[in-house]
T-cell receptor, first 114, second 111 residues
Framework: SQTIHQWPATLVQPVGSPLSLECTVE??????LYWYRQAAGRGLQLLFY??????ISSEVPQNLSASRPQDRQFILSSKKLLLSDSGFYLC?????????????FGSGTRLTVV | GESVGLHLPTLSVQEGDNSIINCAYS??????FIWYKQESGKGPQFIID?????DKRQGQRVTVLLNKTVKHLSLQIAATQPGDSAVYFC??????????FGTGTSLTVIP
């Protein structure tokens, strides 16, 4: 069966520090991968998605970047965090060929920038 | 879009009552829809789906209704329980195999 792992679960980082959040998927190949951000009490904002290794699409201009160095690995990064980067970050995957049952989400990372 | 910055609409129901959560979708060409449940501090989880060739689908204690004429989707939860307290999102499948999520509704069940 397919599983998605996302870590760390919580992170407290000072303003100006770098960020690296990792997401890996097991049990499938060539998944579509997504990074979402969710501010407290608000909806889901799509940040990046990837349909293959090295292929990244950005949905909103921001202080963050994403990379997909391997088929089932998706990384969210920042060189210098801002206070506004605080939020709940979710990684998700879907079948590249047919998105039945939609996206499967990871457990999320709670990022607090102080 | 703009809706991601808005506070979530809220719904409070008494335990044992039925809950109805509504969602308006944007693309008349969308042909597949999903409801997700997100508990506090967790990722959203699939609840139930429906294709555009259907107008109703039932699961265990949940029913999804689709009205394509007015582009409206609803989730009905029967005999709501405290464990149903969560944020509920609808999602529509656009072209290109990408889902678009609604704003979400925060459901609170009052014991």
């Amino acid at each position: 069966s397919q599983t998605i792992h996302q870590w760390p679960a919580t992170l407290v980082q000072p303003v100006g520090s770098p960020l690296s959040l990792e997401c890996t998927v097991e049990g499938t190949s060539n998944p579509n991968l997504y990074w979402y951000r969710q501010a407290a009490g608000r909806g889901l904002q799509l940040l990046f998605y990837s349909v293959g290794i090295g292929q990244i699409s950005s949905e909103v201009p921001q202080n963050l970047s994403a990379s997909r160095p391997q088929d089932r690995q998706f990384i969210l990064s920042s060189k210098k965090l801002l206070l506004s980067d605080s939020g709940f970050y979710l990684c998700a995957w879907s079948s590249g060929s047919a998105p039945l049952y939609g996206y499967t989400f990871g457990s999320g990372t709670r990022l607090t920038v102080v | 879009g703009e809706s991601v910055g808005l506070h979530l609409p809220t719904l409070s129901v008494q335990e044992g009552d039925n809950s109805i959560i509504n969602c308006a979708y944007s693309n008349s060409a969308s042909d597949y829809f999903i409801w997700y449940k997100q508990e506090s501090g967790k990722g959203p989880q699939f609840i139930i789906d429906i294709r555009s060739n259907m107008d109703k689908r039932q699961g265990q204690r949940v029913t999804v209704l689709l009205n394509k004429t007015v582009k409206h989707l609803s989730l009905q939860i029967a005999a709501t329980q405290p464990g149903d307290s969560a944020v509920y999102f609808c999602a529509e499948l656009h072209t290109g195999n990408q889902f678009y999520f609604g704003t979400g509704t925060s459901l609170t069940v009052i014991p």
